[in-house]
């Protein structure tokens, strides 16, 4: 076929056939299917070009058909779509991909750890010694517990035990627990206990890998530790299961030249993706928690699934499953706190959902809206008070400040509270908040909280630099505490 053309000839195309791109296409690309026509053209630069004629190439050039791959404008008797639709759907192909959140792929839920799958894991994994790491000796005499136990003597894994690391989190104890390890040569870290303690692990990892290693590794976003030699096991109990105990979300960094900000005062454990290894949820854990504990969970899930719903990257589909999952546990909520019990169904769905707040579907990645987060470690840091107290504290006044200053926030949460609530404004869902709050006897004030005694300009400036990790502080952080002075 020796047919040519150039692209002046586009030029003396009627004004009328210059509206509609199908009919261009379909004009220069329509031939006869028994002959084969190649062109290199991709179907974005032919659309360019014909839009805009003078822009790519030059007019009066000429292009030999012979030589040019047309099989990517082209469509066949068999494809029904327009040569127009198909050009378009390519051309917006070649633009760069946003990032998509797709769910870890590490996390079983299941009935007992004796399940199976963890068995597995372990016989097939190079284990040379395991660290299991636990809250406290509460955690170590649940029979839970020494299901994990006896697996591992079942299948001759030596192991070694360190306890006791809540609610005296700090420096010292990284360094103590991998010191320990590495004396015994450990190459695996199994963790049973709160979230906060399974975050520790991740800093502790690194410090098997590397045991000079001065700086404490901080579990930020997209920025976690994982070592191929190494295997890194979470068994989330949620909470500290011992009643006496708050697990704190806030570890003490103490060093030498605290205001320099290449070793930091504080690092914050809270956990915002769980991408170890392998992560069980089990559900007999239930069976040995007080009723309390149970109460703290949820109430930590919902105010978790209200964190998730202001990452601004996820679509209609996982906005619509956050809010389902929100008034999901606000049902158990209102279930539970009646007197009624949980049946294995109940159990088994509430981990689904506490699940799904931390497999990396929906991420916050934003530091402004980890403030709320980083305010109620830094009580737990001061007082240790319970988890849920100081999310429920700050999250009114969290709320507020922050759509004051953040236009895209506001709108996500004015969504969520018509969602929610049937809200039309962010006053309006701080207003169901806190009746929410009342409800289930949670804290609105600093003096609500029973550990908290007084409240003094001491111990507001001091909530307030933990919490930020800045010489200056964050104006933010500096007006929820103030407002919540006011209350």
């Not at 062109?39 to 014909?50: D, T, V, Y």
């Not at 209609?316 to 949980?342: Q, R």
Request: with cysteine; aromatic share 12%; hydrophobic share 40%.
């Amino acid at each position: 076929m020796n047919k040519k053309f150039t692209l002046e000839d586009l030029t003396k195309i009627s004004d009328e056939n210059l509206k509609d791109n199908k009919e261009i296409l379909k004009h220069y690309t329509d031939i006869r299917t028994d002959i084969t026509v190649d062109s290199n053209l991709h179907p974005s630069l032919l659309r360019n070009i014909i839009v805009s004629p003078g822009s790519h190439l030059h007019i009066n050039d000429p292009i030999d058909l012979n030589n040019l791959d047309l099989k990517k404008v082209l469509s066949t008797p068999e494809n029904k779509k327009s040569r127009l639709e198909q050009a378009l759907k390519e051309f917006n192909q070649d633009k760069p991909a946003s990032l998509e959140r797709t769910k870890l792929n590490n996390v079983f839920i299941q009935n007992s750890i004796t399940d199976g799958d963890f068995e597995d894991l372990i016989i097939k994994s190079n284990i040379r010694c395991v660290l299991l790491i636990t809250d406290g000796a509460y955690t170590r005499n649940l029979q839970f517990y020494r299901r994990v136990i006896e697996i591992l003597k079942k299948h001759n894994i030596p192991f070694i035990e360190y306890t006791n690391v809540q609610p005296n989190l700090d420096r010292k104890l990284v360094f103590r627990i991998s010191e320990y390890a590495n004396d015994h040569e450990v190459n695996a870290i199994i963790t049973v206990g709160s979230l906060s303690t399974v975050d520790l692990a991740k800093i502790v990892l690194p410090k098997l890998v590397k045991p000079h290693l001065i700086r404490l590794h901080k579990t930020r976003l997209f920025k976690s530790f994982l070592a191929p030699n190494y295997l890194l096991i979470s068994i989330p109990t949620l909470v500290v299961p011992d009643p006496k105990i708050n697990s704190k979300s806030a570890l003490k960094n103490n060093i030498l030249f605290p205001n320099l900000d290449y070793f930091g005062d504080t690092i914050f454990l809270n956990n915002p993706i769980e991408d170890a290894d392998a992560v069980f949820y089990c559900v007999d854990l239930f069976e040995e928690l007080d009723n309390t504990k149970v109460w703290e969970i949820l109430h930590e899930t919902f105010f978790r699934l209200i964190l998730n719903f202001f990452d601004f990257s996820i679509d209609a589909k996982v906005k619509a499953s956050i809010v389902h999952n929100i008034k999901t546990i606000d049902w158990y909520l209102a279930y539970f706190d009646f007197g009624n019990k949980l049946n294995t169904y109940d159990k088994f769905k509430i981990l689904e959902i506490i699940a799904s707040t931390m497999d990396g579907s929906s991420f916050v990645d934003i530091p402004d809206i980890w403030i709320w987060y980083k305010l109620e470690a830094s009580l737990s840091y001061l007082v240790n008070s319970k988890k849920c107290d100081g999310l429920a504290l700050f999250l009114p006044n969290f709320l507020e400040v922050l759509s004051q200053s953040n236009v895209e926030f506001r709108e996500r949460a004015i969504e969520l509270g018509n969602s929610l609530y049937g809200s039309h404004s962010v006053e309006g869902f701080v207003y169901k908040l806190i009746l929410h709050i009342k409800k289930y006897r949670l804290p609105i004030s600093f003096l609500d909280i029973p550990q908290v005694k007084r409240v003094s300009y001491k111990f507001l400036l001091f909530l307030i630099k933990k919490s930020s990790n800045n010489p200056f502080y964050n104006r933010v952080t500096k007006t929820i505490v103030n407002n919540l002075t006011i209350w």
